[in-house]
């Protein structure tokens, strides 16, 4: 069985870094044009030359999304973008545009295309025809049922990549126009405003005809794949896919960590039995904040997975360990979320199981405090165990 890529998502370099240290494989990021998340693309070049050498040193890897819908005004400066990339040593570039691959392989031929979920590739002839143009990888679309993935995969030799968590479109695979007509702001060319995800009533004429009244939303709910990650490695996807570039450093250190643990678990032979899973979905939970579902990989109705809403965060992240004292055991955290003394935390890291303590005693450059309110500020809290830099406290809700 080949191994698997775990690929995670990342708005800047810190978040970048956090997903390779958390047990990404790779990442993707966008630069600061040319990306279809324009608001989640905070990466200079600076930057994505910064991750690029992070990454390779251990052995991971870096693609930039250039996979905006290009009109010809959008065009301009691409061609010494892309050669700068490839100078950089990115791995890859994920892209929707047939033409801007075409001008991959004359000018930066080194840059491995990577076809975005954009195209809405869900058949194999598909698949075949655009590797003979030189895709050397295609994102699926995520309308692709399970069976289907395992039928593509064992008729293509291109290397498939599947979505496996994270946001869906409430449209075709984000062929979105809502952003566009209601606030200006083109989804397709990296403004979308989630307008699918606003609330909404129905009227006819001045009569409100929304059931008891109440909105509803156009939004679909949140992917989540834990039921078929094994038959997606046995099927031999190249890379699972976790969306998500615009979330915290919590999200990405807790879905990336969950999923590593998952593959690893399988690739050293282990089977995911109902008690396995429900572990992981249990974690998983502790990161998100909307509900979830397995998307169309069950053959799913499309009416099935619409409605998503806001939901209980069971676990608050709080703070970021900064350096830990051995000789009197106390961790210097940066703080993120309110916290006080008395609360219990849950302390996880790349290379830590969860693992609980009531806070007992914390002091910042003025002395002891009670509680920790000031984000960003750092402070020393005493910790019953050892714990290193980059792990992270979380609030657990009683």
Known sequence: MKKVELLAPAKDLGKALIALRYGADAVYVGGLEYSLRSRASNFTLEDIKTLVDFAHYYRKKVYVTVNMVFHDDDLKGIVDYLKTLE???????????LGLMALIKKYAPKLECHLSTQLSTTNSLAVEELSKWGADRIVLAR??????IEVIAQRCKTP?????????????????TLSNRMTNRDANRG??????????????????????????????????ATPYIERMIKAGVASLKI??????????????????????????????????????????????????????????KASELFGATQSFVSHEYVAMVKDFNLSN??????????????????????????????????????????????????????????????????????
Not at 89 to 96: G, P
Not at 351 to 377: H, L, S, W, Y
Request: glycine share 8%; charged share 30%; net charge negative.
């Open 143 to 148: 309308e692709v049922d399970m069976l289907s």
């Open 243 to 300: 969306e998500g570039r615009m979330k915290s450093d919590h999200y990405i250190a807790q879905v990336t960590r969950t999923y590593r643990k998952m593959i690893d678990e399988i690739e050293m032979g282990g089977h995911l039995d109902e008690k396995r899973l429900a572990y992981y979905n249990s974690e998983l939970d502790k990161a998100e904040n909307r509900p979830s579902d397995t998307g169309f990989l069950g053959s799913s």
């Open 191 to 224: 403004g979308c405003a989630h307008s699918c995800r606003w609330n909404y009533h129905v009227y006819h004429g001045t009569e409100l005809l929304s059931k008891d009244d109440l909105p509803f939303t156009m939004s679909s709910y949140d992917l989540r």
């Open 87 to 97: 100078m950089m040593r990115v791995d890859a570039v994920i892209i929707e545009s």
């Open 160 to 176: 498939l990549e599947v979505f496996i968590h994270g946001g869906m479109c409430a449209n075709y695979s984000g062929r979105c």
């Open 329 to 398: 055991g106390y961790a210097l955290v940066e703080v993120r979320n309110k916290f006080s003394k008395g609360d219990t935390l849950e302390v996880f890291g790349p290379d830590q199981d969860n693992e609980q303590f009531i806070v007992e005693d914390m002091f910042d450059e003025d002395g002891t405090i009670e509680v920790a309110n000031r984000p960003k500020a750092l402070i020393w809290i005493k910790v019953p165990f050892l714990v290193k830099p980059y792990y992270m406290l979380r609030k657990v809700a009683l």
